[in-house]
Every structure is written in C-alpha cells, then in structure tokens.
C-alpha cells in the first residue's frame, strides 16, 4: 500500500431539490434501519470505477447512492474499509448511513431516489446497500461496463446514462470492449488527477491564464508549437516518479525575454526567447523538467493553501480583523469579500503572482531536484550540464538586458541562480527504489499521518558551504486522515541513529498538514547516508503538538 489515503474533490452540486411527487424516503425506514445497522461493523466496498456517484437500477426503476466524507466534498475509495455505523438518519428525501473508519476518518453514504423515479422503499434500498456494503466476505461486485450497440460507446455500469436494456451489451474489461469494436465514453472515464482539492487548484489555474492573456501571445508558428509539445513530452513519457496525473499543454509565447513557466494543472509555456537561445533540445528539456516539477509538486497551490491555513489560524485567534462580516463559519471568514471563482482573491492572487515574482526558494530547490534527477537519469552528466547552461544563460541575460528582477517572473535573477547553478554543479540527485515511510498512529494504532519520501539530492561540501546549501534535501510529500484534527505546522523530522545520534531534517517552507490533504515538502539539513540506508532507533516529526506514535519504514 502506497498512499493510504487518495481522494478526489468533485464540486458536484447535487440539485436534489423539493420533490413534486412525494417523499423520496419515509422516516419509517430510516427508524427500522437504524434499529438494524447502528453499531454494526460492515465493510464499505472500495468503488472500482472510482466514481463518487454509483447509480443502480432496481425493479426497472433507477437510483443512486454516493459516498461522501464531509458534505459537499466527495472523494473515491479505491479499496474496502472497514466501518462501523454510527447512526441511520433520514434528512429532507436522502438517507444516510453515518459510519466511522480507522482509515478515513467520519465518513457517510447517502442513498437517494431521482425525481421521476418511486420512493426508496426497503427492496430497492436493500438491493443498493448490497452493492455498497458488505456484511462479510462474499464478493459481489457491479458488472463492469456495459457497451451501448447503437453507438459503440461503453460506459461504466455504475453510470446513469446507459442505453434501454434492448442495446446494452456487457463487458468485464476495456481490452473486452475495445475487441468488440467499442469505444470509451469520454465521461465515464474522465481522467482526472489523483490530488487533494482538485476543483480550487483549476481556479488557481483559470485566473493565472487570464492574466498570461494580458500578457501576450501564442507564437503562430505551428513548428515552434510542436517542437515544444514534442520536447514536453518526452519529459513526460521519462518522468523518474509516477505522474499525478495532470494533463500537460506545452505552448511557446511570442515573447522575447529568455523564459519559461507553468500554471497550476499543467499549463507550460516557453517563450520564443528561450527556444532562440537554446543550442540544443537538451536545454530546453532541462527548463520543461524544472517547469513540470512546479506543477507535479503542486507549487501554487500549495501557496495558495498555506496562506489559508494562515489566515484561518489567525481569525481563529480572532488576529485577523476588519474584514471580518460576521459570517457563520471560519472558512466563511476567510473567503469573503473579493471572491474568485469561489475563492478569496487575496489567497488566489498570492498563489499566482509567482508567475511574476518567483517561488520561494525553497519550492525552486524542490523543482530543480526534480529536473536534476529527470535529466541525470536521461542523459548522466551531460543533462546536468546542459541545465547549468542553460540557468547561465539565464543569468546572462537578466544581466545584458538589465531586467529588474522583480520583473523576472519564474527565473529570478542572482543570487537565487548563482546558488541554483552551483548546486546543479556539485550535486547528484538519487530516487529510493521504494519510499521510504515515516507514518505516525494514534493511540488506537491508526495511521493519521504518513510522511512519503521519494528522492534525496546531495550537494557537497564545498559547494554547500559556499552558497549556504542544506548537504542533503529529502522530497517528499504528506497524507493526512480526519484525526489530524486540524491543519498543523510541520517543522522538522528528527531521527535518532543506532549510536544515539540525532539527525535532524527542517522544513523550511514551514508548510502546513491538513484533514484528508496531500502536501509535498523539501526536506533539508545534513544527512550523512542515502534515506533508505538509514539505521535508525526512532524518528519524530514535530507536528505542532499532533500526539502521534511515529516510527520509519524503510521497506
Ligand atoms: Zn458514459
Ligand atoms: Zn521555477
């Protein structure tokens, strides 16, 4: 098991207004299935078409049922979990089973019946409940997919847009339907990334793009176009860790200035000055890498969340003061005023004004890691070597053409590229075979957080001293159930080695760890031995006073 816990956020706004027709659930059934279900431990199925939603028919009639953790935001369960039922509630025409899972925290599925369809009555709530729970150990599972005759198109049968019964043709996999001539519905197999918040990072994304358009414009020559897309993805089809899943534009701008940048779910642009300047597809490969890795390793968004958590803890502290409008909750708090596509425009602005001004350092240190390891990994000294060019290059021309560095948007100017060069020149960046895992259990052994760390990069001592770099970074990124209880300052992990000696590992980004979030971070300090060779009696993570039992996984 890698990530224990993956999620999805889909804004789904389920219009399950008043009803014309009648209750769609009778508070009778809801008083006879709490009676039958509350302390029961059942064993909710992990979804295999990983939609939130799974429609289900049942006596000719449709209806559905949704996982959901904390309304409004759903997410998939790709594996089965043990629960326990906490309470059966009817409330307005849904009913819900409360439950509690070590793993995820509270959770509740809610069964519904559309509007045209009859009430949910005991049978067809029976016949959903099959498909959701299970009580034991026999396996019964959804029919996979059903192809549609007339069109060709297969969906998931879990959908709720399969053809009449007269064209439906059943198959248990892709390979099964695509033999049969069939193609796969465009919506039921949407791709989406496999990341926490999904739906706000695309906010970040749509707002940074309206700003690129004030900017400038796309070159019109369709060569430049493809030379880019085709470097972009050679990056992408040789990325040294697994994807999360974005899906990747590569456009070249029609500006002259000696750059390149990405928005938030995989938006890169290179602009001409920089294909003009590059002697070699290598350098540009170089910049694409480091360009993918600000959005593999969620930059902005990370920014964006942050400066939330931030600005929550302060209002929670009651700091945070005249804006305040006197709102319900804490969140209501932050997010008012100026509203972005759902989100406060103080938050979104500071996760995108790093287009122009620059990322911290610390997340330039992580995508140059990421670059460094892809183009060592391709091409041995020579990708490093290009890369350093290419980031003098980079120097030399904030240098000829006097840019202020402020203007200077993802490559700033010295003394940030100076450090950068020489890191590129005097380290080495190496992947675990296998993460290595720093999990953290509660007192009833739950995993609440785990640490999941994927590459180290070493500089050494000569150029660390010079330019005040950490010897060794650790990348790695972070998972957090609902015990976490609320978002908390992750400082530094310390482990104790078999001699007794302490080691100690900072986060300098001094980000936060949330409920139900993934988070990456970087990891810096000095680290005598590669992570996945470390001897270690104990390990600590200081998680602003999480109360958590932590122990290392190397395996
Ligand atoms: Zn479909
Ligand atoms: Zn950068």
């Not at 290179?270 to 170089?286: C, H």
Request: a neutral charge; aromatic letters at 8%.
């Amino acid at each position: 098991m890698v990530n224990f816990i993956r999620f999805l956020c889909v804004a789904l706004c389920l219009c399950a207004s008043g009803d014309v027709f009648g209750k769609k659930v009778s508070g009778r059934l809801g008083k006879e299935l709490e009676k039958e279900l509350k302390g029961r431990n059942l064993i909710l199925r992990g979804s295999i078409h990983q939609n939130p939603m799974t429609y289900y028919e049942h006596g000719g009639n449709v209806y559905y049922y949704q996982h959901s953790r904390k309304h409004p935001v759903l997410f998939r369960i790709e594996r089965d979990e043990p629960v326990l039922v906490r309470a059966v509630k009817v409330r307005d025409d849904e009913l819900r089973i409360e439950f509690r899972s070590a793993r995820l925290g509270n959770g509740l599925v809610t069964f519904s019946a559309p509007l045209h369809s009859p009430p949910l009555n005991r049978a067809a709530f029976d016949a959903g409940f099959a498909l959701c729970f299970s009580t034991g150990e026999e396996s019964e599972v959804l029919p996979d997919l059903v192809g549609n005759t007339s069109s060709s198109v297969y969906h998931v049968a879990s959908s709720n847009h399969l053809p009449d019964a007269d064209k439906r043709q059943a198959f248990r996999t892709h390979a099964e339907a695509e033999g049969a001539g069939m193609r796969a519905c465009k919506l039921c197999f949407l791709r989406m990334p496999l990341v926490s918040d999904y739906a706000t990072e695309r906010t970040l994304a749509l707002y940074a793009s309206q700003q690129i358009q004030s900017m400038g414009q796309l070159a019109t020559d369709d060569a430049v176009q493809s030379r880019a897309r085709e470097i972009g993805q050679r990056v992408l089809d040789n990325w040294p860790v697994p994807l999360q899943g974005y899906k990747y534009r590569f456009s070249v701008m029609e500006d002259d200035e000696v750059n390149a940048y990405a928005l938030p779910t995989g938006f890169v642009f290179v602009n001409r000055g920089l294909l003009e300047a590059a002697e070699s597809d290598l350098e540009i490969e170089g910049v694409i890498a480091h360009e993918i890795a600000h959005v593999e390793r969620r930059h902005s968004y990370r920014i964006y969340r942050n400066e939330k958590k931030k600005q929550m803890i302060s209002a929670a502290a009651g700091v945070l003061v005249g804006v305040l409008t006197g709102k319900k909750s804490k969140e209501d708090k932050v997010e008012k005023a100026v509203i972005f596509g759902g989100l406060a425009y103080n938050l979104v602005k500071a996760a995108t004004d790093v287009f122009y001004e620059g990322y911290p350092r610390s997340m330039e240190e992580e995508a140059d890691a990421m670059a460094a390891l892809y183009l060592e990994r391709q091409y041995g000294g020579d990708g490093l070597a290009e890369m350093t060019r290419v980031l003098k290059k980079l120097r030399y021309y904030t240098d000829y053409v006097g840019v202020d560095e402020k203007n200077m948007r993802a490559f700033r100017s010295h003394p940030l590229l100076d450090d950068r060069i020489a890191a590129f020149t005097g380290s080495r960046v190496e992947v675990f075979d296998k993460p290595v895992r720093v999990v953290g259990r509660n007192n009833r052994g739950d995993e609440v957080v785990t640490l999941e760390m994927s590459c180290q990069r070493w500089t050494t001592s000569a150029v660390a001293s010079r330019y005040s770099l950490d010897p060794t970074q650790i990348l790695g990124k972070a998972y957090a159930t609902a015990d976490i209880g609320k978002p908390r300052k992750f400082k530094d992990v310390v482990f104790t080695t078999l001699a007794g000696r302490k080691i100690k590992l900072d986060n300098k980004e001094d980000s936060l760890i949330g409920p139900y979030e993934d988070q990456g971070f970087l990891l810096r300090g000095n680290l005598p031995v590669k992570l996945d060779e470390l001897k270690a009696k104990g390990v600590k993570v200081n998680l602003d006073g999480a109360k958590l039992k932590w122990h290392l996984e190397t395996e």
